[in-house]
């Protein structure tokens, strides 16, 4: 297959409650990525109203992702931030791309299942078509790497299956336009280290989520040092004293995920961790974690709070954000609307 100049694509929802497992499951990927690859990061609000959202709340939590992002360190300048529904290219390919999916591959989707519940027949639409326009996001600029948490990685299968059958369907037509035997790249999800599946505080099954109705399940960045200590401290887990090697782990799964959190926050591993804690009890290592989480989260969500007070600045981030991801989209799309037969 062609080969492709490597670019970074991620999303991030901006539906509230912004907490570790995002922070660690994306945002600390974004980061690092961004030394070694340009990287386009989006506030991806078109999908956020595939649930119900109250407008004023929706704009706030725009603010807060990329206020989530800039504080976590990623570089405005150097990389392009936006929210998704300034560059219409996005909805418009992935109607394309709803054309190019099958029913079935989306009736597979487990994040669809979970989110629709039991009364799938009132769900919208659009949380059905949700991964088409996922798809459409990240080959709208013909990425090649999307750094995001465990949970997204069918969506990513979908994306690839997606550019691959736009490819082959459209060979001819793809070709006698100069662009090879591919116009899509065939993404990769960027899925790797030791929290790329953070749990529910409350219970090591279920991962931590926006909407879990227990704020103790989860750790967000807005709170402040008392509430992380307190939310660790009443943390689930077993009576047992820490295993010392990784295998101890398994059948744990509360004590599984706190060592998974301390080893991402301290950028180790898990062996690292249980080298040094291996033995001891719970409350010697939530202390430890607290120490940890409050040093390293603190300084993010304190940057956060002074950024969300600037809308000004946040908002002109993301329209400077999104004029050059247009030009990106824009490009991509016109040979799209070529490729397909459209007149333009
Ligand atoms: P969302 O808020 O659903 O848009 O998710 C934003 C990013 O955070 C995606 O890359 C998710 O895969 C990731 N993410 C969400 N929840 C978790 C979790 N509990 N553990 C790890 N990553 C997560
Ligand atoms: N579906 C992702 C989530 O819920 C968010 C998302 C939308 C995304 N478009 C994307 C992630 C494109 C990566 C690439 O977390």
Redesign the pocket.
Known sequence: MAQFPQLVF????P?GN??L??Y???LVKFVDLQRSFDCVYCV?DL?AITMPQDPVELTKNIREVTAAFIASGVDVKKNIVFNQSQVAEHAELAWVFNCVARIGWLNRMTQFKEKAGKDRENASVGLYAYPTLMAADILVYRATHV??????KQHLELTRDVAQKFNNDFSGSIAARGHGDAFFPLPEPVIQGP?????SLRDGSK????SDASDYSRINLSDDADQIAQKFRKAKTDPDALPSEVAGLAGRPEADNLVGVFAALNETTKEAVLRDFGGQNFSAFKAALIDLAVARLGPVGAEMKRLQADAAYIDGVLRDGAQRASAIARANMAAVKDILGFIR
């Open positions: 991620s999303g991030v929802q539906t912004f907490h497992g995002n660690l499951g994306a991806v999908h750094p995001v948490g465990e949970d997204q929290a790329t599946r953070v749990m991962k931590m989520s926006k």
